[in-house]
């Protein structure tokens, strides 16, 4: 009888599993299907797409104090609303999240202005309201202002990441805090230490355009750790 009801059991289970399959495939399905593709959500010729964009720092895992040129691994965070992608949670046995690739949906083109970046894709998380973050782990290679090291020993990262297409009348770029996230900062075995660690928002206009173009600066101060060379000075 035991073997029966647990027979059973399995089986409900599987039937649950299926079901819960069949309930988000319909779900994605339909998100999916009004995400337009990556055309930009905008809703008005000036009523821009407002992207928050932050950092995590994670490692420096190269930085050469006389050339500058620094390695290092972060998290992004970019935070918009794309209304296209909203749905009605009491539709879908009150789900208010899913996981969407970001292939598959507009990703802002916010990029690293002086320096290279790689990437590896995550999924992004996508609210019912249509609010999506997005996180990808990132690798950033830039070279670093190197002029006070002989000075104090400290080296500045100056990490700039703007829209590489479009102006502010159309992607609005924020910056989501004052700091860079050191949360998950890993400084074990690195001869660097973070004295300073800030962010700031710029807008440039030119003369020829009345279009302001935003950007984000992250800026990293490392300072190189106590050790015999720097003690001879105590």
């Not at 399995?10 to 990556?38: E, H, N, S």
């Not at 019912?128 to 990132?138: D, E, H, I, L």
């Not at 992250?218 to 106590?226: H, N």
Request: some cysteine; aromatic content about 12%; proline content about 4%.
């Amino acid at each position: 009888m035991s073997m029966m009801f647990t027979g059973t059991f399995v089986g409900l289970l599987a039937i649950c599993a299926v079901a819960q399959c069949q309930f988000f495939d319909a779900l994605y399905t339909r998100v999916l299907d009004k995400a337009a593709g990556t055309t930009i959500p905008v809703t008005g010729s000036r009523e821009p797409v407002n992207v928050s964009i932050g950092m995590s720092l994670i490692q420096l895992t190269s930085l050469d104090a006389k050339s500058g040129d620094a390695e290092i691994d972060v998290w992004m965070e970019f935070r918009w609303t794309d209304t296209r992608l909203s749905w009605d949670p009491t539709n879908y046995n009150n789900a208010s999240i899913i996981r969407l690739p970001a292939s598959r949906i507009w990703t802002p083109d916010v990029m690293l202005y002086n320096g290279h970046t790689s990437s590896r894709e995550s999924l992004t998380v996508v609210d019912s309201n249509g609010s999506v973050a997005y996180m990808p782990p990132t690798t950033v290679k830039t070279r670093c202002y190197v002029g006070r090291y002989k000075s104090d020993g400290s080296v500045i990262c100056s990490l700039k990441f703007g829209s590489w297409t479009y102006h502010g009348f159309l992607l609005n770029l924020d910056k989501s805090s004052n700091e860079v996230y050191l949360y998950d900062y890993n400084p074990v075995g690195s001869q660097w230490e973070v004295t300073e660690h800030n962010v700031q928002r710029n807008v440039k206009t030119y003369s020829c355009c009345e279009e302001p173009y935003p950007d984000v600066v992250f800026i990293l101060k490392f300072k190189e750790k106590r050790n015999s060379i720097w003690n001879l000075f105590d």
